[in-house]
């Protein structure tokens, strides 16, 4: 089994930031990509960046680029999203998952990629 439980998420006012920590655990954490995704009130969850297995490689949503920065710490098993410039746009429950897929790169975007998941974490940008 695999368990990914993200923690960091917050109320913040708009232009603030938030960094966003997902613990893994159970798994070859250090094998696998890591994406981030988001789900927003009344909308689908979608894609927001990702990172390869080794942390070499990132992949980002036109809507969080430049704003937003993925990063791993292999080591400690666990992966990071920092969020600057924060929208009110970008409040939603923001979901970690690991790549089914070992020693990919970071350009899956589609929810069918990943085979695990958090539990989520709200994020909430006030204007």
């Known amino acids: 089994q695999v368990q990914l439980v993200e923690s960091g998420g917050g109320l913040v006012q708009a232009g603030g930031s938030l960094r966003l920590s997902c613990a893994a655990s159970?798994?070859?954490?250090?094998?696998?990509?890591m994406g981030w995704f988001r789900q927003a009130p009344g909308k689908e969850r979608v894609f927001v960046t990702a990172?390869?297995?080794?942390?070499?490689?990132?992949y980002y949503a036109d809507s969080v680029k430049g704003r937003f920065t993925i990063s791993r710490d292999n080591a400690k098993n666990t992966v990071y999203l920092r969020m600057n410039s924060l929208k009110p746009e970008d409040t939603a429950v923001y979901y970690c998952?690991?790549?089914?897929?070992?020693?990919?790169?970071?350009?899956?975007?589609?929810?069918?990629?990943?085979?695990?998941w958090g539990q989520g974490t709200q994020v909430t940008v006030s204007s």
């Open positions: 998952a690991a790549d089914r897929t070992y020693f990919s790169g970071p350009y899956d975007v589609r929810e069918s990629d990943y085979d695990y």
């Open positions: 159970g798994r070859t954490f250090s094998a696998a990509a």
């Open positions: 990172i390869s297995w080794d942390g070499g490689s990132t």
